[in-house]
């Protein structure tokens, strides 16, 4: 099994790094580190920044217009002078002491127990007739001895208390510390040493007397001295002379305003008006910085290198972090380049083809002077989109979106006039001919006369295509799978020799590249990497192994040795290095800040020297550096920025103290209601605060998950004692931070040991008075029971009696059901007498109706006898005063006397009003009624109306209703 190295680059220090950089690449390329813009809005303070310092603890401390500004990577501080004045000059004297000089003001900035900036004024030390020095520029700390240096005053401190003043003889104009021994000049007068708080004039140097010096630094030969208008100067064995070196001419041109040595012997010059250089020792410029390439401001106040080797740059406006320590650079070009899609070496020019158009730049001779301007230059003739450019047989052919063109010693020239040229490439056993793919399929082109035909029998777009072992064309579409192809140059045709899409042994249309990596072709997809042999794809587990989370979703694979390829993978960029047949490395961290920036599907990669790259993104161009010696690990240092607490009745974040030990923070005592608790961590990773994750566990229990950010919440925590370690991560390979939280929650007032001892002194008493209530109770049961004894027996016979008086009553509702279901068969006797009678009457009215008819309609009816008798006959039998006496006392049984009670009630009624009464008792209709009483409907009526009058009836009330409830 192959063994896996990881190379952090992305957090290691590369020691001397501009040393190992490849001169002549930075001298060739118009080169520039990787920007961070800190403007006033985000750090919310004055626009000028005049001195940069980094406590131990890494965090940074910024002088400001407005005060002192303190930044942890995560967030801003701003601490403002007592009389507001700028400040000009910091210094660290402690570990987390920052000395701090402004207007005819000084002072101590510390962090308080709440994590914030505090300031402790030490002007009180000063004697009275010192105080008005105005400006305070430089403060340095030489031993126990601090130097606040201003125009008029040289103020002397030892071990924290005032020593003396020293006054210039003209003007002093800045102190300068150089390897530890400190010289100051006193304008017009000559350069002075500092021994022990004492000036020594250096001798050698009487030409500087009347020159400004702003910076002196350290040389291989002797000092360098750096002025503003006139100049840098070499002060060595033979004296001192101008510095003829770019780094001289770049401040003749520029403006002098900082300088510094940074720790590899590189020097960085910051200027007033074109941002700032970076150098070699012997003064070559190796990089350059303006507004023109992402520098917010051009006048550089101030300049610092931080514990990571990275640059800080105060400027006139704002605050900026350059990524000197990185291996990636931007190319930077005026105006800029756009989308980067490819970059060829032709003739000693590199040439670089975008969205834009085609540009070079002279590779191989120094441009003097004026290499802080070196610049590409662009070809007007070729404009618009270039896909790629392809050096192939002492020609540079650029594939346009408009067709091919192509550059020799005999200039430009376009050849291939139709759109869209992918690529061009040279046919095996056809030395004479170029195969071109286009957006609609395949030409060939003739090396000699230029001449070009299409290719006939495909039509699809020809982006990616390579040969494989037996000359066959291999085409990948991005969409629609891979085609195999062979190619008949004579007749000028290509045939489809096979298809591969999904079904047809490639797992799915979409997503599929070929490559060619060792002289093997292998097939990426969206579900990893394929190997291709003769039309049989087999998976290569081993690509798995380079990778996170798989080969899958890989859209290029870039060789540039046989040994070293770049993979542009879904998540970044990965360096695939072999060591040996056995090991190989990884390397991804270092290409983080350029994740989701590459053209996706025209990632590209230039190898310009043995370990320099030139990768293509949206931006233009980075240059890669790589080199994996001379490595050491950087340590993140973590620290509480703040502490609080959610408060449980307002719901406010309170802060609480802290403070730092010799086993870790301490928060010290806190009550029970600070048992949630909101941590801020300080964890100051500069070059990508992003990447910095953090975990934790208490106790030495188990460790949570990764987390970004630097808030850490503990909620609930119960009483007790609690150590909580806490680790940070760039790539979770690797903890380059830790630091322990000691925490102390005490019990809430009802889990104290009081609170207990109460507890158990109440248990008791209420132990003994439980007993003796309880005996108590046991004496008033035992008479409560000899009294409830006789409750109960005397209960007991109330209850006997009370059964008997139930079975008595239980007896009588049976003789009452008796009743009522006699009265019940009553009712039904009586309704269904009824009834017989109303049909009886129907019928006999019907057969009445009949024999009147005939009287009426036929003489030989009409006056006979037996027909009237029987008309008068039936009328007795409708009118039958024995059915009415049945049926009244029936009713009176089943109605409980109604009857009775409504004649009592309404005297005036007659006996056909109480029948037509009782017939509305039982509910029936006027229809129904009528033929009961021999009288039609509209009689019934009529009589209801006369009713409703003897009764005195209300207009709203209904008859039925009423003598139904009476």
Avoid at 411 to 420: A, Q, T, V, Y
Avoid at 533 to 558: C, E
Avoid at 640 to 649: G, N
Avoid at 796 to 825: F, G, M, S, Y
Wanted: charged share 25%; glycine share 6%; with cysteine.
């Amino acid at each position: 099994m192959c063994k896996k190295i990881y190379f952090k680059q992305i957090f290691l220090l590369q020691i001397g790094f501009f040393i190992l950089l490849d001169i002549s690449v930075a001298s060739e390329l118009p080169i520039a580190p990787f920007l961070k813009n800190y403007s006033k809005i985000e750090y919310k303070a004055g626009t000028q920044n005049w001195d940069i310092i980094q406590a131990d603890n890494n965090v940074m401390y910024f002088a400001n217009n407005d005060g002192i500004l303190k930044y942890d990577g995560n967030s801003w501080q701003l601490r403002t002078m007592p009389n507001h004045s700028i400040v000009r000059s910091l210094c660290q004297i402690g570990k987390d002491s920052i000395l701090a000089g402004a207007f005819s003001e000084f002072g101590l900035v510390y962090t308080d127990s709440f994590g914030k900036m505090a300031y402790d004024s030490w002007i009180h030390k000063v004697p009275n007739e010192y105080r008005k020095f105005h400006e305070v520029w430089r403060i340095y700390k030489d031993g126990e001895r601090i130097y606040i240096q201003t125009f008029s005053h040289l103020l002397v401190f030892y071990k924290g208390e005032f020593e003396q003043c020293i006054m210039p003889q003209g003007d002093f104009k800045y102190i300068f510390n150089v390897k530890e021994e400190f010289y100051i000049q006193d304008y017009g007068f000559g350069l002075y040493k500092m021994n022990e708080g004492t000036l020594h004039e250096m001798s050698g140097f009487a030409t500087c007397n009347d020159i400004e010096i702003w910076e002196i630094l350290p040389h291989e030969n002797g000092l360098l001295i750096c002025t503003q208008l006139e100049g840098l100067f070499l002060k060595d064995k033979e004296g001192i002379k101008p510095w003829k070196t770019e780094a001289n001419s770049f401040v003749l041109r520029n403006n002098l305003f900082s300088a510094l040595q940074m720790k590899n012997g590189n020097y960085v010059f910051g200027s007033i008006q074109n941002g700032f250089i970076i150098t070699n020792p012997q003064g070559e410029i190796i990089s350059s910085q303006n507004s023109v390439v992402g520098l917010q401001n051009n006048t550089v106040l101030c300049l610092f290198e931080d514990n990571t080797r990275n640059l800080w740059i105060g400027l006139d406006n704002g605050i900026d972090f350059a990524k000197t320590n990185s291996p990636l650079f931007h190319v930077r070009k005026r105006g800029g380049f756009g989308m980067g899609y490819s970059a060829e070496i032709y003739n000693n020019r590199l040439y670089v083809g975008t969205n834009q158009g085609l540009y070079y730049i002279p590779y191989t001779e120094r441009n003097e002077a004026n290499s802080d301007f070196l610049d590409f230059l662009e070809i007007k003739a070729i404009k618009g989109q270039v896909w790629k450019l392809v050096n192939l047989n002492s020609k540079l052919f650029c594939c346009h979106n408009l067709g091919l063109y192509v550059i020799d010693n005999k200039g430009i020239k376009k050849i291939f006039n139709l759109s869209g040229v992918w690529d061009i490439t040279e046919i095996p056993d056809y030395p004479d001919l170029y195969l071109i793919g286009t957006y609609q399929g395949f030409f060939i082109l003739n090396k000699k006369t230029n001449e070009y035909s299409k290719l006939s029998g495909f039509n699809e777009s020809a982006r990616h295509f390579i040969f494989d072992n037996e000359n066959n064309i291999l085409v990948s579409h991005a969409n629609k799978g891979i085609y195999k192809l062979d190619i008949a140059a004579e007749s000028y045709k290509v045939i489809l020799s096979d298809y591969y899409h999904e079904g047809n042994k490639l797992p799915n249309d979409f997503g599929n590249e070929i490559f060619k990596i060792k002289n093997n072709i292998i097939v990426t997809s969206n579900i990893g990497v394929y190997n291709y042999n003769g039309g049989d794809f087999t998976y290569d587990k081993i690509w798995d192994d380079f990778f996170p989370h798989g080969s899958g979703n890989m859209y290029s694979v870039i060789e540039c040795t046989d040994s070293r390829y770049f993979c542009f993978k879904e998540g970044g960029l990965y360096l695939i290095t072999w060591l040996n047949n056995d090991m190989y490395a990884v390397e991804s961290n270092a290409f983080a800040s350029l994740t989701k920036t590459f053209p996706k599907g025209y990632e590209n990669v230039l190898q310009l020297r043995d370990n320099s790259y030139l990768i293509g993104n949206e931006d233009g161009f980075v240059l890669y550096l790589h080199n994996s010696e001379n490595e050491s690990g950087n340590k993140i240092w973590i620290d509480l920025e703040s502490a609080k607490y959610l408060s449980k009745i307002s719901n406010d974040e309170i802060a609480v103290p802290f403070s730092e030990g010799k086993d870790g923070i301490r928060l010290g005592e806190l009550s029970y209601k600070m048992n949630n608790l909101k941590l801020n961590l300080s964890m100051p990773y500069y070059s990508n605060q992003n990447m910095v994750q953090f975990r934790y566990r208490l106790n030495n229990g188990p460790w949570s998950s990764w987390y970004t950010g630097n808030e850490l919440n503990l909620n609930s925590l119960r009483e007790g004692d609690y150590v909580v370690d806490i680790q940070c991560t760039i790539d979770r390979d690797q903890i380059v931070g830790k630091v322990s939280l000691i925490i102390s929650i005490e019990p809430p007032l009802y889990r104290r040991w009081y609170s207990y001892l109460f507890y158990l002194i109440f248990f008791f008493a209420s132990t003994l008075i439980s007993s003796f209530l309880i005996k108590k109770r046991i004496n008033n049961v035992k008479r409560r029971e000899s009294i409830i004894q006789q409750k109960r027996m005397i209960e007991n016979r109330i209850k006997l009696k009370r059964k008997a008086e139930l079975a008595q009553a239980e007896l009588t509702n049976l003789r009452n059901e008796k009743l009522k279901t006699d009265v019940r068969h009553k009712s039904k006797e009586l309704a269904n007498t009824t009834m017989s009678i109303i049909q009886k009457n129907q019928i006999l009215q019907q057969i009445k109706d009949v024999l009147q008819k005939l009287g009426k309609n036929d003489v030989k009816y009409s006056e006979n006898k037996d027909l009237y008798r029987l008309v008068k006959k039936i009328n007795k039998e409708i009118e039958h005063q024995d059915n009415w006496t049945v049926f009244e006392k029936n009713f009176d049984k089943v109605h409980e006397n109604f009857l009775q009670r409504l004649k009592e009630k309404h005297s005036e009624l007659t006996p056909k009003d109480l029948r037509l009464a009782a017939y509305l008792r039982m509910n029936l209709s006027s229809k129904e009624i009528a033929p009961l009483l021999n009288i039609s409907v509209r009689s019934v009526e009529i009589s209801r109306y006369r009713l409703r009058k003897k009764m005195d009836l209300p207009h709203d009330q209904n008859l039925t209703e009423y003598i139904i409830e009476t």
